[in-house]
């Protein structure tokens, strides 16, 4: 049975090679000290996406011809369409509402798990 001494000194005996130069340094560079990114990779991807989109429209409107007279038919269509009804109304108004009534609370966050 070997002894904590036993093993201490069997460890002591190894032949050990020094450490490279500034390894410690280099550890802590690229763990502890490297940078932040800038954002994650999900975010950079629906940034590139919804830019793509914007511009896919932005060209498809731009391409269209008589825009503004499809643009003018198309809102008379849906205000001739009910949109205008007192029912529609209420409707948006409690939407509203809803939206403003929660927009207006406070969700604590979460506690650490150290505290």
Request: glycine share 6%; aromatic share 8%; hydrophobic share 50%.
């Amino acid at each position: 049975m070997i002894d904590d001494d036993a093993l201490d000194r069997a460890l002591s005996a190894l032949p050990l090679e020094e450490p490279p130069e500034r390894l410690h340094a280099r550890i802590l560079a690229a763990t502890v000290y490297r940078p932040r990114p800038i954002m994650l990779g999900w975010e950079m991807w629906l940034i590139v996406t919804l830019v793509v989109v914007v511009g896919w429209l932005s060209w498809m409107v731009l391409s269209a011809p008589h825009l503004a007279q499809h643009f003018t038919e198309y809102v008379n269509g849906l205000v001739d369409a009910g949109l205008t009804s007192p029912t529609t109304l209420a409707w948006v108004g409690v939407g509203i509402s809803a939206a403003w009534c929660l927009s207006q609370l406070t969700i604590p966050g979460r506690r650490s798990e150290s505290q």
